[in-house]
């Protein structure tokens, strides 16, 4: 059973840096593409950041170009996604995902799983 559990989220300032963690479980990183989506009050689900080792890719959101970047670590089975000179406009709750095709994430924007959301608030 694929599990999803986030974890780092916060309150931190504008400019400043938050590392959220994803633990998973029931899957590798071989085999499934990962990713992070953010939804903000009122706005549209929107994906963050994918990654697909299989392939070789890393996609971006141009919002958080240049600030965000997602790696993995396989040894501890986790997903991180560090966050660095935050905005206001980045305060959403963040949701790890996973898929067997990169497409479900980043084309379908339907990934296979989800975990249960950490929020992340930017005060300016």
């Known amino acids: 059973e694929v599990q999803l559990v986030e974890s780092g989220g916060g309150l931190v300032q504008a400019g400043g840096s938050l590392r959220l963690s994803c633990a998973a479980s029931g899957f590798t990183f071989d085999d499934y593409a990962i990713g992070w989506f953010r939804q903000a009050p009122g706005k549209e689900r929107e994906g963050v950041s994918c990654?697909?080792?299989?392939?070789?890719?890393?996609y971006y959101a141009d919002s958080v170009k240049g600030r965000f970047t997602i790696s993995s670590d396989d040894a501890k089975n986790t997903v991180y996604l560090q966050m660095n000179s935050l905005k206001p406009e980045d305060t959403a709750v963040y949701y790890c995902?996973?898929?067997?095709?990169?497409?479900?994430?980043?084309?379908?924007?339907?990934?296979?799983?989800w975990g249960q959301g950490t929020q992340v608030t930017v005060s300016s």
């Open positions: 995902v996973a898929s067997v095709r990169l497409a479900s994430i980043w084309v379908f924007e339907e990934p296979d799983y």
């Open positions: 990654s697909s080792r299989s392939l070789n890719v890393t």
